[in-house]
């Protein structure tokens, strides 16, 4: 689903979880980044998330960014002032059937990595 609202803008997912959090980004149907961030505030997340936006040069009235995971109303109101198009993600859960799945964490979005 991610790679498909890519085609025509950069998608970064936020999978916000204790104390850490996971970026996807997806631009032009390609993945271009995953990786995890320690993120205890929501300006640690905010500073991440631009730092990588910066990183790839993305363009902000471009970029798509979807919250999942561990996101409060408080959260999520604190993160859309830094991005215009700020939402929330809410994918369908993936059953860890395989080795590699069960070790990552309970993430939304694992079934884009499969």
């Not at 993945?31 to 961030?37: E, G």
């Not at 905010?46 to 408080?74: P, W």
Request: a positive charge; glycine letters at 2%; proline letters at 3%.
């Amino acid at each position: 689903e991610l790679m498909k609202r890519s085609n025509m803008c950069s998608v970064m997912l936020l999978n916000m979880r204790r104390q850490k959090m996971d970026i996807v980004v997806y631009v032009n149907r390609r993945l271009q980044l995953v990786n995890t961030f320690p993120a205890v505030s929501t300006q640690d997340a905010a500073y991440h998330a631009i730092d990588v936006m910066k990183s790839l040069r993305l363009e902000d009235a471009k970029l798509e960014v979807l919250l999942c995971g561990d996101v409060e109303r408080e959260r999520y109101m604190e993160m859309a002032p830094y991005f215009p198009k700020t939402d929330l993600y809410c994918g369908r859960t993936l059953k860890a059937d395989t080795e590699e799945l069960k070790k990552l964490h309970a993430h939304k979005w694992a079934l884009l990595l499969c």
